[in-house]
């Protein structure tokens, strides 16, 4: 993932940061009350349910007109088969600073989120961007950084070149 946002960046960079990492495995195989029966574990590539993991990144960059989101998806299955299917998705989203009315940073249950508020309402506008809590002093300049480009822009000052 860091390869692909590396070369999907915004050319014109202010700011970026990166959100919590949604990381998903499930061991596949039949399971009884003994345990996983190891002839249809992960290591047989025909068991029922295979095994398989999910990595979901997500990394914001703020431009001087735009926020820009890349999504990042990467799934395989039976991972320890020589057949593993993987299959890597990558979106990228824009979103007009002008449309930003709010931006702000909260803490709900040890996890800082970044908040959005458009007019119009907008899909992207909508998600709640989730960072470390470790992060919350990154994530609060952030959002404040976004407001007052925001702002800026609504106001005519400072139009992008």
């Not at 919590?20 to 002839?39: D, I, K, N, R, T």
């Not at 095994?51 to 431009?63: D, E, G, K």
């Not at 960072?131 to 106001?155: E, M, P």
Request: aromatic share 6%; with cysteine; charged share 20%.
């Amino acid at each position: 993932m860091d390869s692909v946002w590396a070369s999907s960046r915004p050319q014109e960079l202010t700011d970026e940061l990166r959100f919590l990492p949604q990381e998903e495995f499930s061991l596949g195989g039949l399971y009884g009350l003994g345990g996983p029966a190891y002839a249809h574990s992960c290591v047989n590539a025909a068991s029922d349910p295979p095994s398989w993991f999910l990595l979901h990144h997500i990394n914001v960059a703020l431009t001087p007109d735009s926020l820009v989101m890349l999504s990042g998806w990467l799934t395989a299955n039976d991972t320890t088969s020589k057949r593993v299917g993987t299959g890597a998705r990558v979106e990228r989203q824009a979103l007009s600073l002008r449309e930003v009315a709010d931006a702000r940073f909260q803490v709900f249950q040890d996890t800082g989120l970044i908040v959005l508020r458009c007019t119009p309402p907008s899909a992207m506008c909508e998600s709640k961007l989730r960072i470390a809590i470790a992060d919350s002093n990154a994530g609060q300049a952030f959002a404040g950084r976004v407001l007052s480009t925001a702002r800026r822009l609504q106001t005519g000052k400072g139009e992008p070149r």
